[in-house]
């Protein structure tokens, strides 16, 4: 894997020295780089700012999707009611929807990690509230029969089946929150990286571009590693979904 990426970054230097592209229009890995040594990018306060929207987004969309699919496992009348209302909620693009939260929220930090959880929220709540449904009836009557209680038949039976789907939406959260939370600096922000790309792009500095799309996705990969080291630790190999 590590091959496949150097490979890349070769290919992309070879390509800007053979064929003399502009440094506008692609700079070199190497020019790319030289930006982190030059301090009016301010690249340590602006990744912690878009790493606290991505991270505080992302956490906020699993624990909100998470209470929501098993309060509808439960209690079937809220899923018939609040379900459909969620799915045309998903509909609203969220670029469409970010200049309302600026305006409800003003500029910072939680407009932009309540536009990552708008993004994020859902896949993972319609994957959790599936794996909550797929349970053997066999299994349910058994532990109905033995008297066990609501708690007893989520904790042992319905919840670990649960948990494959649960981090496939979590996987899929991990990538929409990097999104969210550059949608919203781009629509209002004052801090973050993707605030430094709109401001660095009248400028045409390509290279501070390049650079502030490395580090967004560096910390995609660093939540989406996460996710991984956790569903290895938790879920049984057989019963992941891949």
Not at 27 to 54: C, D, G, K, M
């Amino acid at each position: 894997m590590i091959a496949v990426h150097l490979g890349v970054v070769l290919v992309w230097q070879l390509a800007v020295d053979l064929f003399a592209i502009p440094a506008f229009v692609l700079p070199s890995p190497r020019a790319t780089l030289a930006t982190l040594a030059q301090p009016h990018y301010a690249w340590l306060p602006n990744v912690a700012v878009t790493a606290i929207e991505i991270f505080g987004g992302y956490l906020l969309g699993v624990v909100v999707g998470v209470v929501c699919a098993v309060t509808f496992s439960w209690f079937r009348l809220i899923a018939v009611i609040l379900l459909p209302l969620f799915v045309t909620l998903n509909m609203v693009p969220k670029v469409a929807l970010g200049p309302l939260i600026i305006v409800w929220f003003s500029y910072g930090i939680v407009p932009n990690i309540l536009i990552a959880f708008s993004i994020c929220f859902f896949p993972i709540l319609l994957t959790t509230a599936r794996g909550l449904s797929e349970v053997d009836p066999d299994l349910l009557d058994l532990v109905r029969s033995l008297k066990g209680s609501r708690w007893q038949l989520f904790q042992k039976i319905q919840l670990p089946g649960a948990l494959p789907y649960l981090f496939s939406g979590m996987k899929v959260g991990a990538i929409l929150a990097v999104a969210g939370a550059t949608v919203g600096e781009f629509i209002a922000s004052e801090r973050g990286l993707g605030y430094l790309m709109i401001q660095v792009q009248a400028g045409l500095d390509t290279a501070g571009m390049l650079m502030a799309v490395i580090l967004l996705t560096l910390i995609g990969v660093v939540l989406y590693g996460l996710v991984l080291l956790l569903e290895r630790l938790v879920v049984v190999r057989d019963a992941r979904i891949q």
